[in-house]
Structure formats: structure tokens, C-alpha cells
């Protein structure tokens, strides 16, 4: 039954195509510029596919691990910086005060007290000379003439008076130097007037101390008479009256 039915439809079929080219002969002639353009696509084209590539990967044989000790870190110090001065911000006000003469003024008064304090100095140095002076002469007056005044003969007298020249010529010597380094006038009429005792008590006992024999009363109270002026002159150099 299935094959008869197949039969039929295939000449059916053959039918219909002997119709359809006995058709297309009676068909007028048509112009190709007539009928529409038709535009076919691209066939797509095939890309190629990727061939997958097999890695092999080999593992790396392990390497040992060496430590390496840390170097030690360096610490900077960050300098601070420097913090504006007061006397900028005064100069940049224009109010600034001038420090310079204050400077020059303590400068002036440091070198006036140093002056001051090493003329002081010396001043007392030389007023402690005066003073052993004066007690050099105090002794010449007051113990040593005494003494030569007191011998019995004028060849005991002179030995004791020649005995202590050496003493006196050393105190005579202070006095110079005493007059030549004096800090004042004062200081040089002081050591002139000294040195013009020692030598009135020098020059008496050099005369009551004379070998010579002097028979003449007269003549002996006139050389008594210049020592006890002597040492009253003395005396009163080496210790000014109170007024």
C-alpha cells in the first residue's frame, strides 16, 4: 500500500515539472535591467582553530634559603630649624633697639676699673714701702743714736755708728726710689722730707762721732744741740703732728 502511494506521488510530481517547463517556453522574453538586483552574501569565511599547545613545566629544584642579617637602620637626626630671633622681628618693625653702645659703655667702664683697681694696687704697695721706711728711720732715731750717744769715747761711738751704715745707706737708697715712683705729689714732698731727716741725723752723728778731739764747751752743746734737732725732724716725718 506504502509503495503504490509513492508511486503515485512521484509521478505527481513529475507531472507538475513537465508543466512547469512546458511553461517557461511561452514566457515572453523579459529585460534583465528590469528586474531587481540581487546581492548574495559572503560566504563566511572559517578561522582556523587554535591548536591547543601543550606546556610542560618543569619544577625547579629547590634552592636553599640563605638569611641575611638586617642592617642596622640608620637614625637622622633632623636638625631643628632655627626659630626666628626677636631682634629680626624688631628690624623687619623698624622698632629694634641698638644694643651696640651699651656694649661700648660696659667695654669703657671694665677698662676704668681695671686702671682704677691696678693703681690701687700699686698705690698701696708703694704707701707699704713708705711705712718699712718710716720704721727703718724710727729705728735710727729713736735705738741707734741713743746708742752711739751713750758710749764713753768717740772711738766706741764711731765703731757702733760705722757698724750701722750699711743699714742706713740701704734705707737712703729706698728713699730715692720711694720720691721716683711716688703716685702723687704728695707721695714725692713726703719721701723729700724724709731723706732730708736721714740726712741732718746722718750728718750729726757723723760729726758727734768724729775722733777729733773738741775741747771747747761751746762747741760741744752746738753738736748735741744739731742732733736733738735732727731727730726732732726726723721724728716728726715719721709721725706728722695731728692738726
Known sequence: MKKSTRSIATLALGAALMT??????????????????????????????????????NDPEPQPTVTEDPEPA????AEP??????????????????WWPWVLIAV?????????????????????????AKSELSWVEDS?????LSKPTAA???SLWQAARPRILDLDRELH????SAPSEAGTASTVQGLQALQGLTSTIDAETSTHDVTDADALRARRAAVESARAQARAWITPPQR
Open 20 to 57: 512547469g517547463i512546458s511553461g517557461c517556453g511561452i514566457i515572453d522574453n523579459i529585460d534583465p535591467s528590469s528586474l531587481p538586483s540581487i546581492s548574495i552574501p559572503s560566504r563566511p569565511t572559517e578561522s582556523a582553530v587554535p591548536v591547543p599547545t601543550e606546556t610542560v613545566t
Open 74 to 77: 640608620q637614625t637622622v637626626t
Open 81 to 98: 630649624s632655627p626659630e626666628p630671633s626677636p631682634t629680626s622681628d624688631a628690624d623687619a618693625d623698624g622698632s629694634s633697639v641698638t
Open 108 to 132: 669703657i667702664l671694665l677698662i676704668v676699673i681695671i686702671v682704677l683697681t691696678r693703681r690701687s694696687s700699686a698705690r698701696k704697695a708703694w704707701m707699704d714701702r713708705l711705712h718699712k
Open 144 to 148: 741707734l743714736i741713743p746708742q752711739v
Open 156 to 158: 766706741e761711738a764711731q
Open 177 to 180: 726710689e720711694l720720691g721716683d
